[in-house]
């Protein structure tokens, strides 16, 4: 049920996928908090419904005493449900979602925590099956031959590894990643693990076209670049904002995987094709 019901919020866009395979990566015994009716929410979450719904209750009180109002009625309603969310700790919605924020400042599952950060999602239709935009994606050595932004990715071991980043005025920025997530032919989620100068969080999906035309790649980012909003401004301004990278790393991986080279900058073939490090 919980899961039928996670599927729906995530299909009419109330949670993004990246959300929700964050959340899919929880630990068991979050989940088995969240679905048992304990604590399942943060204690600022916590004060913020106790005090919120007991102002709403003595709103609608007063209301509905001296109006005799409908709304005041539904407004007292409203107020004790914050409350009771507030000192038990336990949220209905979340438990049927599946989430968790008891243990949100330490959770190791979360590398850019909710409510900071900001989110890309992007998608191309390539014409290649999903097993061969898969392989070529799961080999992390082969996203820079595509996107310009990254220097070198380097596979650890581990399902882990090393990544250098183009950074606004010359600079680079390093992070070591983990894949955390991961369905053959479907899914590949990634997140930086700690100690990275960007903490980012990533996914792709490869999704067999309906009519038969391929395969329709999504990409999800969600980061917290250096200096928050303003560090997002000033990167716009050099031209290295991610939303503007996913856009053009996709066209680039859609002509490698359709042409099987890159076009070099005055729109001759580059000669590299995609079957190369393919590995």
Known sequence: MAESMRLAA??????????????????????????SGGVNISEWERWGSAIGGGALAVFGVSRLLTHKSLTGAVLALVGGSLIYRGTTGHCTMYQALGFNTSEAGDNPNVSVRAGKGFKVEKSVAINKSPEELYRFWRNFENLPRFMNHLEAVQETGGNRSHWVAKAPAGSTVQWDAEIYNEKE??????????????????????????????????????????????????????????????????????????????????????????????A
């Open 185 to 278: 032919n479907e899914l590949i989620a990634w997140r930086s693990l700690e100690g990275a100068d960007v903490d980012n969080a990533g996914s792709v999906r490869f999704e067999a076209d309906p009519a038969g035309r391929g395969t329709i790649v999504r990409v999800t980012l969600k980061y917290d670049p250096p200096g928050g909003a303003l560090g997002k401004i000033v990167a716009k301004l050099f031209g290295e904002a991610p939303d503007q990278q996913i856009d053009e790393d996709l066209r680039r991986f859609k002509q490698l995987m359709e042409a099987g080279e890159m076009p070099t900058t005055d729109g001759q073939p580059s000669g590299r094709s995609a079957t190369a490090g393919n």
């Open 10 to 35: 995530e299909e009419a866009g109330l949670i993004s996928n990246q959300d929700a395979q964050e959340q899919r990566g929880r630990d068991e015994s979050s989940a088995s908090s969240a679905s």
